[in-house]
Nanobody, 117 residues
Framework: QVQLVESGGGLVQAGGSLRLSCAVF??????????MGWYRQAPGKQRELVAN???????NYADSVKGRFTISRDNAKNMLYLQMNSLKPEDTAVYYC?????????WGQGTQVTVSS
C-alpha cells in the first residue's frame, strides 16, 4: 500500500503564497512512483490536474497556474511539494496529492486552500 499525507493548506489573501507538502509512506516508496501530481477540487466542480512531476524532474502545469505554481519532489525525504505564489480567489479548493503505481492511483486526504479577495 501507499499512503499520502498532505499538509500546508490554509487561509491566505489574494496575492499571497502557500507551500503544500505531501509525505509519501512507507519510506522509500516515492522512488517507485515516476509521475506524481497535485490535483484540486473546488466547490461544485470536478477534480482537475494542477501539476505533475516525473522522476527526472520534468514538469507539467495547468494553464491556469503556469508562472505562479511550482511543483517539486525530494525523493530522499519522501516528499512532494507545491509552491503557490500570487494566489487568486479562484485557486480556492481542496488540494490532493496523487501517485500512480502499477495501474492504481493513490490519493491523500486533501488539504484546504482558501484565498480571500
Amino acid at each position: 500500500q501507499v499512503q499520502l499525507v498532505e499538509s500546508g493548506g490554509g487561509l491566505v489573501q489574494a496575492g499571497g503564497s502557500l507551500r503544500l507538502s505531501c509525505a509519501v509512506f512507507p519510506s522509500g516508496r516515492i522512488f517507485s512512483i515516476n509521475n506524481m501530481g497535485w490535483y484540486r477540487q473546488a466547490p461544485g466542480k470536478q477534480r482537475e490536474l494542477v501539476a505533475n512531476i516525473f522522476s527526472g524532474d520534468g514538469t507539467n502545469y495547468a494553464d491556469s497556474v503556469k508562472g505562479r505554481f511550482t511543483i517539486s519532489r525530494d525523493n530522499a525525504k519522501n516528499m512532494l511539494y507545491l509552491q503557490m505564489n500570487s494566489l487568486k480567489p479562484e485557486d480556492t479548493a481542496v488540494y490532493y496529492c496523487n501517485g500512480p503505481l502499477w495501474g492504481m492511483d493513490y490519493w491523500g486526504q486533501g488539504t484546504q486552500v482558501t484565498v480571500s479577495s
